[in-house]
């Protein structure tokens, strides 16, 4: 199985009045090489999110799963276009291709949408906070690598009201390199990705060129002070806002191939980061011409993602 390492784009620099127009320009710069290339960036230091913020929401997932079925089914997901709550094992089925729903637990999290235990909605709100201010960097950074305005994406996830939060539980005990979350790809703008230090392995992305699964694997100098890794994807709204040329990467999550390593639990959590439900995502004028048409019918964020997740999701 070959390695994908996807390049080091410090988005830190794009933070309101942080940086100097020589740093935007180079992250700008390896941004765009990152997205023609893999889809896939990797933020150092967390893109800015304090570690403790990291480490206080993975303790706050790990809480949450741990309780009792009843307690998280009292707070289960009830339609798509809420799109909050618990999301029991086997209830998800993102490539249909795959013979069984994907062994996992999700819970899809928004501020103040569900009655969490106060211990546990705190540190996920403030990650969810910050998060948001980390991929708008990031939108910021992309913006200017395709040439647009700095403010033309991340001003369209003003209200937030489709972004969420999703925390990821993979049990342990799954057979040696068999799939816990089937190949798909993002539905929103761009996704955060939070892999947490000394988790089992198992994220792959397509090759651009080949379609191959390579082993996503985060180069030197990713790390946060906690030692876990940030990325950040790229989803579909951004591919139908530039007509396919900033596309989105299939990828897919499998268990380890070491036995002892697939006998863990795996914890993620994954910041989407999508354009609010009223925009339209008709392809921008500037990626369109008379030999290079809409490839897409434009829709609204909101219709688009309903959509998608009805694709995905059987409601528990
Ligand atoms: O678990 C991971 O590393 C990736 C999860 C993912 O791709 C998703 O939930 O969309």
Known sequence: MSILTPPLVDVRCFFDGAGTELEKSASAEAARWACRAHGFLALPAHGGIASEVVVAAFDSIQALFA??????????????????????????????????????????????????????????????????????????????????????????????????????????????????????TDFGLCTLLLHEQGGAPGLQAADRTTGEWRDVVPPPGAAGADGGVAYVNLGDMLSRWTNGECCATPHRVVAPADSAQAARSRFVLALFCDADAATSLACLPQFTSAERPPLFQPMSAGDFKAMRLAGITAVS
């Open 67 to 184: 309780m009792p079925q009843e307690k998280k089914m009292e707070l289960a997901f009830r339609d798509v276009r809420e799109n909050v709550g618990y999301i029991q094992l086997g209830r998800e089925k993102p490539d249909l291709s795959e013979a069984a729903p994907d062994p996992k637990e999700v819970f899809q999290f928004a501020p103040g949408k569900r009655q969490l235990p106060a211990e546990i909605e705190e540190p996920l709100a403030a990650l969810f906070r910050a998060g948001m201010a980390a991929s708008r960097a990031a939108l910021r950074c992309l913006a200017r690598s395709l040439d647009l305005p700095e403010d033309e994406l991340a001003a369209s996830t003003r209200d937030a009201d489709l972004c969420t939060l999703r925390c990821i539980h993979y049990p342990g005990g799954a057979a040696p390199r068999s799939t816990r979350c089937g190949a798909h």
